[in-house]
């Protein structure tokens, strides 16, 4: 069983920055699969960007260039470094973790961009 808490959300100007993290429990951290995806009012849950084992990252075209996602396998944590946001980035942000058919998910973070 993996636990994820996210932390680092909150309310930011647009231009600004945020960095999420999101703390796994468990011994098996660097194995996972790792994923922020995010979810604004009215609208389906959307994949913001992922992080495989090997370090290999892959971003939403809405992101690419402005988010920055990374791993320390050592504190067991996966950060979403967040530059130029937008007030379209406003959701909430919420962990992923995988590994073979199993799939966790963290409690969510608000992140609202806004002047």
């Known amino acids: 069983q993996v636990q994820l808490v996210e932390s680092g959300g909150g309310l930011v100007q647009p231009g600004g920055s945020l960095r999420l993290s999101c703390a796994a429990s468990?011994?098996?951290?660097?194995?996972?699969?790792l994923g922020w995806y995010r979810q604004a009012p009215g609208k389906q849950r959307e994949l913001v960007a992922t992080?495989?084992?090997?370090?290999?990252?892959d971003y939403a075209d809405s992101v690419k260039g402005r988010f920055t996602i990374s791993r320390d396998n050592a504190k067991n944590t996966v950060y979403l470094q967040m530059n130029g946001l937008k007030p379209e980035d406003t959701a909430v942000y919420y962990c992923?973790?995988?590994?073979?058919?199993?799939?966790?998910w963290g409690q969510g973070t608000q992140v609202t961009v806004s002047s």
């Open positions: 992923n973790a995988g590994w073979s058919s199993h799939n966790w």
């Open positions: 468990g011994s098996i951290f660097k194995i996972l699969a």
């Open positions: 992080i495989t084992q090997s370090g290999s990252t």
